[in-house]
Every structure is written in C-alpha cells, then in structure tokens.
C-alpha cells in the first residue's frame, strides 16, 4: 500500500511547481503579485472614483446648460480678443446662429453696422480686453436683420488660476425695459394728478367750511357800509333843501328854523364818521376778497416770505365761524415770524388741524385749543393742541393714512392729515407729527424749515 505524501511533501511537489518560501525566486514572485494587486485594486478605486466625478460633472453640466437655456436675458462669454466662446439660447434665438457657427466669431460681426464702427463698440471691446466692468447699450442684429437695442452688463472672466481669460457679457432687450419704463411712468403720472386731484378737493373742502365763516364776515362790514349809505343819503336830501331854501333868500329866522328841522348841524357832525366807517367796512371787505385769494390759486409751488403769525390769526379767524365751535381759541404767537414757505399750503395744513381739533373737543366742558409757535435755530414748530379725548395708541399710528377716519359717515373723509401730511413733507419740505398731551387731548406739530 502506497503510503500517503506528507503536507511539506505536497507544498513543495505540487504540479511539479516548487513553492517552499524558502526560495529568494519565489519570495520575488510573490511580492510581485502582491504589488500588482495593490495597484489593481487602486486602479479599481480610481475608476470608481473617476465615473463618480464623470457623474457629478454631467449633472453640473446639464444644469448650466439647462439655466443657459432658461434664461430670458441673452448670455455670451468672449475671450480677451473678443471672440465669441460660447452663447446661450436665447442669444441663438435672437440672431439665428448656433453657437457652433457662433465660436470663435468677433462679436463686432454681431452688431448692427452703425454700432459696430462707433465709439461705443470700441469702448466695449477695450473693456473687454481689460477685464473692466461697463453697462452700455448695443444695438444687436437679429435673425430679422433688425436691430434690437438691448442694455448690457459686461464683467471680466477670469479662470481658476485668477487669469482673465475674458468676458461675460448679459443683457435683455431694452425695449421691454423702455414698455415697463413707459408704464410706470404712465401710473405714476396718473397717480401724481389724482394726488393733484385730491389735494385740489381737500382745498375746495376746506373752503367749503371757510364759506359760511366768509359770509358771515363779509355781512358784517356791507351791512354797515349799506347803512351809512342810506344815512348819506338822507343827509344829502336835506342838504339839497336846506341849500334850495338858503338860495331863495328867505330870512334869517326861517332859515334857522329849518336848519334845525334839516337837523344840518347833526348831519354834518355825523358824516366823518359815517365816512370812516364805510371806508374801514370796505378795508375789511377787500381784506376778506385777499384771504380768500390764498385758497383760489391752485398749485403755486412759490416759496415766498410768510409772516406765520398773521396767517395763524387770519386761520384762526376763519375757523372762529366754525358751525360746531365749542372752544375756545387760545393763540401763544411771537410779535412776527417771517420764513419762506408756500403760505396757502400752511394755511391748508393749519385749517385742517384746527377743523380736527374743533370736531375732537365737540363734546367737552370748557373745551380749549392752544395755537403755538416755537423756533429753534434752524427750524419752526407750528402746534395745535387740544383737551380733547386724545387719540387712542392703535389709532395713533393710522391717523397720516389716506381714508382712515373715526369718524360718522358723511363727516369725514380721513383725507385730512394725510393730505396734510403730504403738503408738509412734499410742498413745504417739512414734516407733520403727533403725539398725546400728558394731561389728555392731542396735539400736532408742523415742522417748517426756518429759512
Ligand atoms: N385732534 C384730534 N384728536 C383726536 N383724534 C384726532 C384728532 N385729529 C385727528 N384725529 C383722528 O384722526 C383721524 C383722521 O383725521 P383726518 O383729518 O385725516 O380725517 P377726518 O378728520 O376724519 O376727515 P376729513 O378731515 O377728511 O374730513 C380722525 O378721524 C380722528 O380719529
Ligand atoms: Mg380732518
């Protein structure tokens, strides 16, 4: 029986290789192997990792190109010699090429004619070549052969080394910026006549209120300019008879007589003062026709010199007629204070904070509203205050906005202050505040520039 080969027999005869370890060839051949498995599996890790990096840059590749095609703006990249290196499609769209057709094309091949020789085209390409930011304007020939103007940003391209390499250039075509420019202007237009609008009609408003003061003040001095006219004219009869007579050489006595029954003595005492009094009613009435002058001329921008104290006294005056006046009306004013400010704008503005105020202390006992002007080196401080209910916290922070009201239906317009507030920022280059007294009531304060 053939006996069994031992283990060392087998690792060392197996298929007539020998692979004792203790051969130096052996030793050699299977460092080898080992090596090359090594730098097989490194090549199998690197390949991996090459198709992962191949994957992330398909990806971030499709996604430009997908932003490229999305975007409404036109895209192009040039070199430093401005050499057209690629663009997107709406680029294509617009001048019908591809960007095949399009690579390595000077982009002055692209503009309309008159553009491409200008001054303008030059001073693109420079900047392109120096890597310097510009926005101009280009006109562009489209797939049409018509020119398209379009406003462009053009910002230098550098590569990952930090060198130019040369320019991005973006731009939208300018005639759907010049239809939105178009329409804004247009709302903005109508928008500025219907403030005009409202302004005008607050001003009528207000006048409106002023209207009844008015009459009332115009009565006072016609009424008696019409009867001292009357009493003229009685005296004037009587002196026509006392003269007839006189004239008819009738005696010493008669004419005494009649002189006291003509009671000539009397009249001529009386006419002085009946003259001085027509003549100061119709001062007053002329004053009034010249108040009134301030509300009728609509929109005079002038800054002239204003004295604030008589236009808070002739305010004061009107507003004194107010049908539901329950104040009373308390002036703290200087001797004069003369700036330059649109003075039918102030005395708009001071109408409206002193109807408010009157509307505020309807329904208080011994209602007051105090009238104030204050200056500092550069500003002046119009104030209106009054003890009525004050304004409450929420509502205080509404009061400036257009149609916001506490008031019933058919009383107010919640235009005032708003409008108010408009004229002091815009008009009279000041500003409109308010804030609760301490002890109760509001107050407002225009602020004017003391020039
Ligand atoms: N002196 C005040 N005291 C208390 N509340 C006031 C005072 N002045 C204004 N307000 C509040 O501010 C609101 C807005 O005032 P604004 O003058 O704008 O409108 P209005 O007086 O209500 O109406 P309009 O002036 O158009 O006739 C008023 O309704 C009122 O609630
Ligand atoms: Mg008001």
């Known amino acids: 029986m053939a006996n069994k080969p031992s283990d060392s027999q087998l690792l060392h005869e197996t298929d007539g290789f020998d692979l004792s370890l203790n051969r130096p060839d052996d030793k050699a051949w299977i460092e080898v192997i080992q090596h090359m498995d090594a730098i097989y599996a490194d090549l199998v890790r690197s390949q991996v990792e090459l198709e992962n990096k191949n994957t992330e840059l398909e990806e971030a590749h499709q996604f430009i190109e997908s932003i490229l095609s999305t975007m409404h703006n036109i895209l192009v990249v040039t070199d430093t010699a401005s050499r057209i290196q690629r663009v997107n499609l709406a680029f294509e769209k617009l001048t019908g090429k591809t960007n095949l057709e399009l690579k390595n094309q000077p982009l002055k091949t692209l503009f309309v004619k008159s553009t491409a020789d200008s001054e303008l085209s030059h001073t693109l390409i420079e900047h392109i070549r120096t890597g310097t930011l510009t926005d101009c304007e ?33 731009g939208r075509p300018l005639g759907e910026i010049r239809k939105a420019y178009l329409k804004l202007k247009e709302t903005h237009d109508k928008l500025k006549m219907a403030q005009q609008q409202l302004i005008q009609s607050e001003k009528m408003a207000s006048l409106g209120q002023l209207v009844a003061g008015v009459a009332h003040e115009l009565n006072n001095p016609i009424s008696f300019v019409f009867g001292n006219m009357y009493a003229l004219q009685r005296y004037e009869k009587n002196f026509r008879l006392y003269l007839e007579a006189v004239h008819q050489n009738i005696s010493t006595e008669e004419r005494d007589k009649l002189r006291v029954k003509l009671k000539i003595d009397y009249a001529l005492k009386d006419i002085p003062s009946l003259l001085e009094a027509s003549l100061e009613g119709a001062e007053r009435v002329k004053n009034i026709v010249q108040e009134l002058r301030r509300f009728a001329t609509p929109g005079n921008n002038k800054h002239v010199n204003v004295d604030l104290v008589s236009l808070v006294k002739s305010s004061i005056h009107w507003i004194s007629h107010s049908a539901n006046l329950n104040a009373k009306l308390i002036t703290d004013l200087p001797d004069e204070l003369i700036i330059k400010t649109n003075e039918g704008y102030v005395h708009q503005i001071l109408i409206n904070l002193l109807q408010n105020a009157i509307d505020a202390v309807e329904h208080i006992d011994e209602a007051e509203i105090i009238v104030a002007l204050r200056t500092s080196s550069d500003e002046v401080y119009l104030s209106v205050r009054d003890n009525g209910p004050g304004i409450t916290p929420k509502d205080i922070l509404s009061v400036f906005d257009p149609f916001f009201t506490t ?17 002091a920022t815009e008009q009279c280059h000041g500003s409109l505040s308010v804030e609760n007294n301490s002890d109760g009531g509001a107050m407002f304060t225009l602020t004017l520039p003391n020039v």
């Open 138 to 170: 280009i006109d562009i020939a489209s797939i049409q052969g018509e020119k398209v103007p379009m406003a462009i940003t053009c910002k230098a391209h550098y590569d990952h080394t930090g060198k130019l390499i040369g320019s991005v250039l973006t």
């Open 407 to 423: 008031k019933p239906v058919g009383k107010g317009t919640g235009l005032g202050l708003s409008i108010s507030y408009g004229l």
